[in-house]
Nanobody, 116 residues
Framework: QVQLVESGGGLVQPGGSLRLSCAAS????????MSWYRQAPGKERELVAT????????SYKDPVKGRFTISSDKAKNTMYLQMNSLKPEDTAVYYC?????????WGQGTQVTVSS
């Protein structure tokens, strides 16, 4: 059974850093592209970053370019999102997601709040 579990969210001051983790089970993360999304209050869910299967390529949406880094660890079957220079507008619930065996899978989300 495919399962994604996020962790690492919390409250951080502007300019601070957090690292989110997405532990996968039921499949190998090197098999499929994986992504981070976020959803702020009152807004639609948006794509943040994607890492291709095998971790060979990454892409980022403009608001997070140069500040966020997506990566994966095949040995731990875990994907990460390193977030630096956080801004209040980064406040959202962050989700990891993948399309595996023709189906969408999402984690439960982890809250990130950037506030002084």
């Amino acid at each position: 059974q495919v399962q994604l579990v996020e962790s690492g969210g919390g409250l951080v001051q502007p300019g601070g850093s957090l690292r989110l983790s997405c532990a996968a089970s039921g499949f190998a993360i090197s098999t499929y592209d994986m992504s981070w999304y976020r959803q702020a209050p009152g807004k639609e869910r948006e794509l943040v970053a994607t890492i291709t299967s095998g971790g060979t390529s990454t892409s980022y949406k403009d608001p997070v370019k140069g500040r966020f880094t997506i990566s994966s660890d095949k040995a731990k079957n875990t994907m990460y999102l390193q977030m630096n220079s956080l801004k209040p507008e980064d406040t959202a619930v962050y989700y990891c997601a993948t399309v595996a065996r023709g189906r969408d899978y999402w984690g439960q989300g982890t809250q990130v709040t950037v506030s002084s």
